[in-house]
């Protein structure tokens, strides 16, 4: 299995940004598409968007569309999420995953963001 850990997260205001590391080890990472979650306080964990395995496609969930971009560094085993326009409901535990096609085969340990109003 591959190794996951994100970094990048912290405390923004309202409107800010932040960018969001996943960086891989164990594995060459270009064999796994990638995904980013996020869970909020009281929530089940939610899906906010993915990229494949060269990056030549994304998905997004509609609430972060047009604000979070992925793309990722297969020569850096590294996948970013750049998040922009930050909102106070935005605050979550941040956690990527990937998956070889069989489901979310590995979880990294996650990273806190908060966006304060």
């Known amino acids: 299995q591959v190794q996951l850990t994100e970094s990048g997260g912290g405390l923004v205001q309202a409107g800010g940004s932040l960018r969001l590391s996943c960086a891989a080890s164990?594995?060459?990472?270009?064999?796994?598409?990638v995904g980013w979650f996020r869970e909020l306080p009281g929530k089940e964990r939610e899906f906010v968007g993915s990229i494949n395995r060269n990056g030549s496609g994304r998905n997004y969930a509609d609430s972060v569309k047009g604000r979070f971009t992925i793309s990722r560094d297969n020569g850096k085993n590294a996948v970013y999420l750049q998040m922009n326009n930050l909102k106070p409901e935005d605050t979550a535990v941040y956690y990527c995953?990937?998956?070889?096609?069989?489901?979310?085969?590995?979880w990294g340990q996650g990273t806190q963001v908060t966006v304060s109003s």
């Open positions: 164990g594995r060459p990472f270009s064999r796994y598409g």
């Open positions: 995953a990937a998956t070889s096609g069989t489901g979310w085969e590995s």
